[in-house]
């Protein structure tokens, strides 16, 4: 999960800190071993499962699809809509169905 030091920093910027310890708690690590796991997951040593990267999502209150989107555009999309209610999303996939055909139509007609 190669953006949860990103989300980290998200997460301590509404708490004024948030440390890896703390982080690997909320998500239900025990708290010998918190802040060394947190840490290995930051920097691609070790990959949590699926189970886990969602117990991340959870504690960092984001989307778990932001952990591993690869491409920080579309992760910051991620973000944005989920912080969304159900109508915002409906406008915003809206909105994106017709910039994604208008540019389709564009590349058509060069």
């Known amino acids: 999960a190669a953006r949860l030091a990103k989300a980290e920093r998200l997460k301590a910027?509404?708490?004024g800190s948030y440390s890896q310890e703390k982080l690997?708690?909320?998500?239900?690590?025990?708290?010998?071993?918190?802040r060394v796991r947190v840490h290995q997951y930051e920097y691609g040593k070790h990959f949590p499962d699926l189970a886990q990267a969602q117990h991340f999502a959870?504690?960092?209150?984001i989307p778990m699809a932001y952990l591993f989107c690869?491409?920080?555009d579309l992760a910051?999309?991620?973000l944005t809509a989920s912080r969304l209610d159900r109508a915002g999303r409906a406008?915003?996939?809206?909105?994106?169905?017709?910039?994604?055909?208008d540019a389709g139509e564009a590349s058509e007609t060069r």
């Open 76 to 78: 910051e999309l991620l």
């Open 70 to 72: 690869p491409e920080d």
């Open 58 to 61: 959870d504690a960092l209150d």
């Open 91 to 101: 406008s915003l996939i809206a909105r994106a169905r017709e910039l994604a055909d």
């Open 13 to 15: 910027e509404g708490r």
């Open 24 to 34: 690997g708690v909320d998500a239900g690590i025990a708290e010998e071993s918190a």
